[in-house]
Nanobody
Framework: QVQLVESGGGLVQAGGSLRPSCAASGLSVSGYVMGWFRQVPGKEREFVAAIKWDGSNTYYSDSVKGRFTISRDNAKNAVYLQMNSLKPEDTAVYYC??????????????????WGQGTQVTVSS
């Protein structure tokens, strides 16, 4: 059974940093594009960042580019999202997801087969 489990969310002041993690079991992430999405109540789940299976290519939404960094450790079957210079508008539940294959469609949530349960990130002003 495939499981993606996020951790590392929390409450932080504006300008601060957090580093959520995603631990995978039941699959080897080395064959998958891994992505992070976020969602606030009443809104669509939106793309944040994605990373190719070997780490050679990354892609970010415009809203987080230059502030967030996605990385992965295939040996640990884990993916990370370093979030710096956080803003109140970054407040959301953050989800980890896995998509088999290449980076095409990596910003589209329907491309992903597996999802975690989410971790809450709250940024206070």
């Amino acid at each position: 059974q495939v499981q993606l489990v996020e951790s590392g969310g929390g409450l932080v002041q504006a300008g601060g940093s957090l580093r959520p993690s995603c631990a995978a079991s039941g699959l080897s992430v080395s064959g998958y594009v891994m992505g992070w999405f976020r969602q606030v109540p009443g809104k669509e789940r939106e793309f944040v960042a994605a990373i190719k299976w070997d780490g050679s290519n990354t892609y970010y939404s415009d809203s987080v580019k230059g502030r967030f960094t996605i990385s992965r450790d295939n040996a640990k079957n884990a993916v990370y999202l370093q979030m710096n210079s956080l803003k109140p508008e970054d407040t959301a539940v953050y989800y980890c997801a896995a998509k088999y294959g290449g980076m095409g469609g990596s910003s589209n949530k329907v491309s992903y087969s597996y999802w975690g349960q989410g971790t809450q990130v709250t940024v206070s002003s």
